[in-house]
């Protein structure tokens, strides 16, 4: 086990600038999760820390060595695919014991290291089978058999479950994190799905576009997002963002654009005259009140009411643990709590709420 | 070649035709389909085939219809130090051409498989041997070759490595070293072209993981390259081995079998005896004893090409 640090780390294809300083210190035993939408560079970061693609700048420090221009084999890293790249041609047991031949390790010692992995990821039955006779989330386990009988210092995943259906998804998840747990390994999970990174990291890490965001612990980023950026990626539904601007008068009211006023958070008479948005989640939005809704759209799921309509002229979803019957087109009284609510500078997009 | 034997499954409902029962069912209409395919099999493959083999037994030479005579031919060769020697060359021409062929084809593809500058231009360059017609090449060569005026002669004295020129085609070991060295120069482009789209369809994962596994770049071959490779290499070698086996454009530009009879192969000595020897019987009756060696090199091919374990089961 290990820690990583990524210092000011770019990386250009060409003169394509994929990744343009990125910095992350991750600590020994953590899960930290790249989360971020598709092409923002989270693979090629990934593939940096395992050696596969060369760093054009900056550093790359695992445990106390400098990596930068270490090849992959002696980095001490085992890295999990999104499509698993299993040895086709070698039975489960080969696949997951092949570093460990290469090492030249005794087979009885193999043997030894492979039975207890095997076992913890309920592959014992399946030890003679080739990959091809394997199922998708069989296949799964033994790309991270493969992983965990090397006993490296960092594990890298990359998208591990996107080729998995749902419902396997979230057991796998819980699998994860339960492996995890066990082994204490420096994990760095890659993954664009909120979701996971949400319910499993102990850090997060939302890169867009070849930078960091935001870094955090998931309810950090959930309860405070930094930016506009991080506000509308994490959480699901999405964070809800009305334009406007503060009440010159009375800096407790926020006016949107088509007029409405809602409560302004406290303590930010500052941004008075500026162009803001504002943020207020799904579930920040409370039954009974002085705002109206015109229902759009009603989903109940049982547990709770997830409803869409319209504010103004901007479109809102709210969830409530109420059941609401309502008819598309009815108005519905809602309140905002004003602690609940974010606001963000239009231009930059910064975050103006502590 | 398997075709689906399966039960015809048309239920034989009362009062329909034989016709439509014949229609209805998979085998009646497999049956059907495959006509066509079979008349020309049997025209132009079975016919010519068969006629050879029945020529080997009789002892027709040009001009003059031939009786059965039985294994007479056979019996003929079995005497015959020049069809001995003709096959000792031939397997030896087969064996050495195709392992050098290997050799140098998949060396060639992992070349062109790297990251090199002008990589299609290479790529394409590699098929040159292989599209020029073989006479073009043959007679390239032939003069390459040339006891007196050769190319290879020449730049070796002027380094001073030897005094005289080499007798390339007089001699009989040179003649078949030089005839062996032509086949490989022209076999190899189909070799590695072959390889090179095999290398392809490796997932370039599957070099990463192994180089994370811990895997020089030598075990990366030996462990993942050859073993994913072998199912193409069976069917690119089994093509070679027959192409090789069954020259004969080559050898008669170059020697025509000469120097005393040295690079006679099987099909040159039987065109040989059959055409200006004007023995039919004869040269057919060579031209069948090929025929278990082929299948021989089939026999061995078709295990060889068997889907391994790894490869059955279900699709990704
Ligand atoms: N080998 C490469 N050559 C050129 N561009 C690349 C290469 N690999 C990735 N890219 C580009 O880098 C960007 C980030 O890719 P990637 O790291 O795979 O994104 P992510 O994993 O976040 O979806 C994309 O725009 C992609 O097109
Ligand atoms: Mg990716």
Redesign the interface.
């Known amino acids: 086990m290990a820690s990583v640090e990524i210092d000011d780390v770019r990386k250009s294809f060409g003169n394509h600038p994929v990744i343009k300083g990125v910095s992350v210190a991750i600590e020994d035993g953590e899960f930290v999760i790249l989360v971020g939408p598709s092409g923002c560079g989270k693979s090629t970061l990934l593939r940096m820390l395992?050696?596969?693609e060369h760093i054009s700048s900056g550093e790359i420090r695992i445990g106390d060595r400098v990596v930068n221009d270490l090849?992959?084999?002696e980095r001490d890293?085992?890295?999990v695919?999104q499509?698993y790249?299993?040895?086709?041609?070698?039975t489960v047991a080969d696949n997951m014991s092949?570093?460990l031949m290469?090492?030249g390790v005794p087979k009885a010692q193999i043997q030894e290291r492979v039975k207890p992995a095997a076992e913890i990821l309920g592959l014992s039955s399946l030890l003679e089978r080739?990959?091809?006779?394997l199922s998708g989330g069989q296949r799964q386990r033994v790309a991270m058999g493969?992983a965990i009988v090397?006993d490296p210092q960092v594990f890298l995943f990359d998208e591990p479950l996107s080729n998995l259906d749902a419902k396997l998804r979230v057991s796998m998840r819980t699998e994860i994190k339960n492996l995890h747990q066990r082994l204490t390994t420096t994990t760095v999970y890659v993954t664009h799905d909120q979701i996971e990174a949400m319910t499993m990291a102990d850090k997060i890490v939302v890169m867009h576009d070849g930078i960091v965001e935001q870094i955090g612990a998931p309810l950090d980023l959930y309860d405070k997002p930094a930016n506009l950026f991080v506000a509308g990626f994490i959480g699901s539904p999405a964070m809800n963002m009305l334009s406007g601007k503060l009440d010159e008068a009375d800096p407790s009211r926020f006016v949107t654009g088509d007029g409405i006023v809602l409560p302004a958070p406290p303590g930010i008479a500052s941004a008075r005259g500026k162009e803001l948005v504002y943020g207020i989640r799904p579930e920040g939005v409370s039954l009974g009140g002085t705002v109206d809704l015109k229902v759009q759209v009603i989903e109940p799921t049982g547990s709770e009411s997830q409803i869409v309509a319209l504010l103004g002229k901007t479109q809102v979803t709210c969830v409530f643990r109420e059941r609401v019957m309502l008819q598309p087109g009815e108005i519905l009284n809602v309140s905002i709590d004003p602690r609940a609510a974010h606001l963000f500078d239009a231009k930059s997009g910064m975050r103006l709420t502590d | 070649m398997s075709t689906t034997m399966e039960n015809g499954k048309a239920a034989p409902r009362p009062g329909t035709s034989m016709l439509m029962r014949l229609t209805e069912s998979r085998n009646g209409l497999g049956l059907f389909f495959m006509l066509p395919a079979a008349a020309f099999l049997l025209c132009f493959l079975t016919y010519p085939l068969g006629l050879g083999v029945w020529l080997g037994f009789t002892d027709t030479s040009i001009g003059r219809p031939g009786v059965f005579i039985g294994l007479e031919n056979y019996q003929w060769l079995w005497d015959d130090s020049v069809f001995w020697m003709s096959v000792f060359n031939t397997l030896l021409y087969t064996f050495v051409a195709s392992v050098l062929k290997f050799v140098l084809g998949l060396w060639l593809a992992l070349v062109l498989n790297e990251h090199l500058p002008f990589k299609n231009f290479f790529r394409a360059i590699i098929l040159l041997p292989w599209v020029v017609p073989t006479v073009l090449s043959a007679l390239a060569f032939w003069w390459i070759f040339d006891s007196q005026f050769s190319i290879i002669s020449f730049v070796l004295m002027e380094w001073g490595w030897i005094d005289r020129p080499i007798n390339f085609l007089g001699d009989p070991n040179n003649a078949r070293a030089s005839v062996i060295a032509a086949n490989v120069w022209r076999g190899i482009p189909f070799v590695a072209i072959c390889l090179l789209a095999g290398l392809q369809t490796i997932p370039q994962s599957l070099h990463e993981a192994a180089a994370l596994d811990g895997a020089s770049s030598w075990q990366r071959f030996r462990h993942v390259t050859l073993p994913l490779l072998t199912p193409i290499i069976a069917v690119v070698m089994t093509f070679s081995v027959l192409f090789t086996f069954t020259d004969f454009q080559l050898i008669y530009v170059l020697t025509r079998g000469g120097p005393v009879n040295a690079t006679h192969l099987m099909a040159t000595l039987s065109f040989q005896r059959a055409i200006p020897g004007g023995q039919l019987g004869e040269g057919a009756a060579i031209a069948v004893a090929m025929i278990p060696f082929l299948l021989g090199a089939i026999l061995f091919s078709f295990f060889g090409l068997q889907r391994r374990k790894w490869q059955q089961g279900g699709a990704d």
């Open positions: 395992a050696g596969l090849p992959p084999k890293i085992a890295m695919f499509n790249a299993l040895y086709p041609h070698m092949f570093s290469l090492a080739y990959p091809r006779q493969r090397r």
